[in-house]
């Protein structure tokens, strides 16, 4: 089913996500589904399930080839709850983003450029990778999600912050995250 997406100033978007303690069971089918469901029809690159008003430690991202948006790498999709991300490296990159809760919006956001992901896919099935590049900053966006930190959170400078229409005039833009 799809589910509306809260938006930023909505208080639960603040709020630090619990950890799922059961797999398998029909309630975090039924959530994977409406993830799956509403990242489908709004086309992002990923989606957090506080975002659709769930405050549990699940993801999900993923991104094909796209002729539309040539330049983002592609990301198998996956299912990823109860994640710890660990930075591999100093290195941070910066880069804009969007948000499917900060529609209309990018900003120019730091991110460590190499990370290695824990956690478990929806059958409890331990999963680690070890990513870099748009992979990377896909999944350090959508986990923050779980700790209440939405991207305009993490700018370092807000005159790179603004309305997609502003910033990119006339431009195709990337994938929401």
Same mark, same amino acid.
């Given at each position: 089913?799809?589910?509306?997406?809260?938006?930023?100033?909505?208080?639960?978007?603040?709020?630090?996500?619990?950890?799922?303690?059961?797999? $398998?069971?029909?309630?975090?089918?039924?959530?994977?589904?409406?993830?799956?469901?509403?990242?489908?029809?709004?086309? $992002?690159?990923?989606?957090?399930?506080?975002?659709?008003? +769930?405050?549990?430690?699940? +993801?999900?991202?993923?991104?094909?080839?796209? @002729?539309?948006?040539?330049?983002?790498?592609?990301?198998?999709?996956?299912?990823?709850?109860?994640?710890?991300?660990?930075?591999?490296?100093?290195?941070?990159?910066?880069?804009?983003? /969007?948000?499917?809760?900060?529609?209309?919006?990018? /900003?120019? +956001? @730091?991110?460590?450029?190499? +990370?290695? *992901?824990?956690?478990?896919?929806?059958? /409890?099935?331990?999963?680690?990778?070890?990513?870099?590049?748009?992979?990377?900053?896909?999944?350090?966006?959508?986990?923050?999600?779980?700790?209440?930190?939405? *991207?305009?959170?993490?700018?370092?400078?807000?005159?790179?912050?603004?309305?997609?229409?502003?910033?990119?005039?006339?431009?195709?833009?990337?994938?929401?995250?």
């Amino acid at each position: 089913m799809i589910r509306d997406v809260l938006k930023m100033g909505d208080p639960r978007l603040l709020q630090r996500s619990l950890p799922v303690e059961r797999f $398998g069971t029909p309630e975090l089918r039924e959530l994977l589904a409406d993830l799956r469901d509403t990242l489908s029809h709004l086309n $992002g690159a990923g989606l957090a399930a506080p975002q659709i008003g +769930v405050g549990l430690r699940v +993801v999900i991202f993923g991104v094909r080839a796209n @002729p539309r948006y040539p330049q983002a790498e592609e990301v198998p999709d996956t299912v990823l709850i109860n994640p710890v991300i660990e930075p591999l490296a100093a290195e941070m990159i910066e880069d804009w983003e /969007g948000c499917l809760s900060v529609p209309g919006m990018r /900003g120019w +956001v @730091p991110r460590h450029a190499h +990370v290695r *992901y824990t956690g478990y896919d929806e059958q /409890g099935r331990r999963m680690e990778r070890a990513v870099q590049g748009f992979h990377a900053r896909v999944v350090q966006h959508e986990c923050d999600h779980l700790d209440g930190i939405l *991207y305009p959170m993490r700018l370092r400078d807000l005159s790179r912050f603004g309305y997609n229409e502003a910033l990119f005039p006339g431009e195709a833009l990337p994938l929401e995250e």
